[in-house]
């Protein structure tokens, strides 16, 4: 059976007038701006995200990431742990050490079942000593927190709080037009700042899902999210900014080597599989699944690949020898590379870099691949550091 990335069965969002069965599904404070250019919507954590526009093609988003500057207005949902106990739990429920990460820094949470499958993963900022905002991917944490916190001193709050990326080699030189004072210092890879948007406290992180130069900001209820977003179009339009879809990042972060929970990875699969493991603090207390893990196989199952001859399928089959040992996860194909790409979860640990198989792809046929080291390039995240500046020529 053809799933949705074949092109032809996929199920979108679309808005249109009159009262009717939506319940438990949120708009995002953007969601009327983004009308003009024709969104279409998936659900992520129960809110709406835009995943393309009629007004902007997924080949054209890719290049105006790349080269310039692009909004997404996320589906991501912040959690508030605060209290005596806050660190308490992150730590429970984190396979990092949290400790490490000081106020005013984020860092990255990787939480697990207790059999070692993986559960959720997300940025975390750490605002205060006692208090967080975990910045969930899709997944059914909040109340997971909950019940592990009981006898804990703590609160979980389900924030109303709207995240956004901006993400794109001009970046940088939008915030430093948009904030009073400029860009704030330090704010360095994985750093957090509070800074004034036309007269609005915004709180912003040096963080992205794209592996480009970039950073999110987080919109509150008592913003003026109109005028948040009118002060900081303006300040972009000189650098070529504008609203995308998830789509156009999508291709950027499968090059960029970072995954997608409950696709890429599951409940199925522990930290090892799909090479989450150097985020393993083995020596940080009793977290949750750290028996389990300390037992498992930790041999790599997901591998990138590159696909010379078409698209690979989401859920397409990885055959070698005519025999199906694995499954697609993400395919896309790369305008910058010329080529398919994507990542196959193997049903067992094997071969790694350079190993060829067949993969079922979007026109229906199965066509050769190889798998690749992820990232694809810039294995040291050097673009999203600032370290390097990296805006790629289109091909002809």
Known sequence: MMHSSDGKTR?????????????????????????????????????????????????????????????????EWPIEIAGPDALKLMELLFVNNISKVKPGRCGYGVACFDDGGLLVDGVFVRLAEDRF????????????????????????????????????????????????????????????????????????TRTGYTNELGWEFYT???????????HLEAAGAPHGLRMFGLDSMNIRRIEAGILNANSDFDETTTPFAVGLDRFIDMENGDFIGKAALERAE???????????????????????????????????????????????????????????????????????????????????SEIARGKIVDIPERPA
């Open 11 to 75: 199920d979108l969002i679309t808005s249109r007038p009159g009262n009717g069965w939506d319940h438990n599904m949120h708009r995002h404070v953007y969601h009327d701006l983004e009308a003009k250019h024709g969104p279409h919507y998936t659900v992520y954590n129960r809110r709406f995200m835009c995943v393309y526009m009629d007004d902007l093609t997924t080949e054209e988003g890719y290049w105006l990431l790349r080269t310039k500057a692009a909004c997404l207005h996320t589906g």
């Open 133 to 204: 905002w975990y910045v969930q991917a899709d997944g059914d944490f909040i109340n997971w927190a909950r019940a592990h916190a009981k006898g804990m001193d703590v609160k979980i709050i389900g924030t109303p709080i709207n995240v956004s990326q901006i993400q794109g080699p001009t970046s940088m030189e939008i915030l430093a037009a948009a904030a009073t004072g400029g860009i704030p210092a330090p704010f360095g890879y994985f750093g957090s700042a509070w800074v004034d948007f036309g007269g609005q406290e915004v709180l912003i």
């Open 220 to 230: 509150e209820p008592h913003h003026d999210a109109h005028a948040l977003w009118a």
């Open 298 to 380: 930790k041999g790599l199952r997901l591998h990138g690949l590159t696909c010379a001859g078409a698209v690979p399928r989401v859920n397409g089959a990885v055959t070698v020898d005519g025999v199906q040992v694995g499954r697609i996860t993400a395919g896309e194909r790369s305008p910058f590379l010329q080529t398919g790409i994507g990542y196959a979860l193997m049903d067992k640990p094997g071969d790694g870099s350079g190993s060829v198989v067949m993969v079922e792809c979007t026109d229906g046929a199965l066509h050769e691949a190889v798998f690749c080291a992820t990232p694809m390039y810039d294995p040291t």
